[in-house]
């Protein structure tokens, strides 16, 4: 479907002359996406919207359809034979699904409580790591509709039948004076949470 923040993303890309291809849903249900790409970014696209599309009949018939399970089965065989998965926004929940990762969004569900966040800019922090070494020691996000993840407890990850997976945060909500601007309400929810998680799998890898 139409997504303003794929539009957003390729903006970026060409501003800052990253080279990149755009990939539609036929590309990805062939599969063998390693013989032509390094790394996937999915902008900020529903898991819903990813895997069905537009409907037949709907609109002409190339611009129907999603992944299916055939292009779902093709990014998780590209990512366990080495490729790069990126995800931004409400394509981590799909990849998260995906990919089985011991991963809970405190922000959706009980566990958010009177937690809320509409539109505001939001202080985090980088982590030591090569790939965040030319980051501020801190810098501000925007954040809106956006996650805060936790790793699964033991016993989630049981009743969730989750395997434990490597992983590693690389960026987290700031622990204290976490609202730089706007408005957040009961900001310990998020506070100390990971807004970056890099996942293994297999030979490649995934980042949220």
């Known amino acids: 479907r139409g997504s303003m923040d794929e539009g957003w993303m390729r903006y970026v890309f060409d501003t800052f002359e990253v080279p990149y291809q755009t990939v539609r849903n036929e590309m990805l249900r062939a599969g063998a996406i390693g ?104 810098l501000g996000l925007f954040f809106s509709r956006s996650s805060a993840w936790r790793e699964m407890t033991a016993d989630e990850r049981v009743a969730a039948r989750r395997e434990e997976v490597q992983m590693r945060t690389l960026l987290t909500y700031a622990p204290s004076r976490l609202l730089l601007s706007g408005y957040c309400k009961a900001p310990e929810t998020i506070e100390g949470r990971a807004a970056w998680v890099q996942a293994s799998h297999g030979e490649g890898e995934v980042h949220l």
């Open 35 to 138: 013989e032509f790409i390094d790394v996937l970014v999915i902008p900020s696209i529903s898991g819903s919207q990813l895997d069905e599309g537009r409907s037949p009949g709907s609109v002409a018939p190339q611009y129907t359809r999603g992944l299916d399970p055939e292009g779902a089965v093709a990014v998780e065989e590209f990512v366990r034979s080495g490729g790069t998965l990126i995800t931004v926004g409400s394509s981590s929940q799909w990849a998260i699904d995906l990919f089985e990762l011991p991963l809970v969004d405190v922000t959706r569900g009980d566990e958010a409580g009177e937690f809320s966040c509409p539109g505001s800019l939001l202080r985090a922090i980088p982590e030591e790591a090569p790939i965040t070494a030319d980051l501020p020691s801190s």
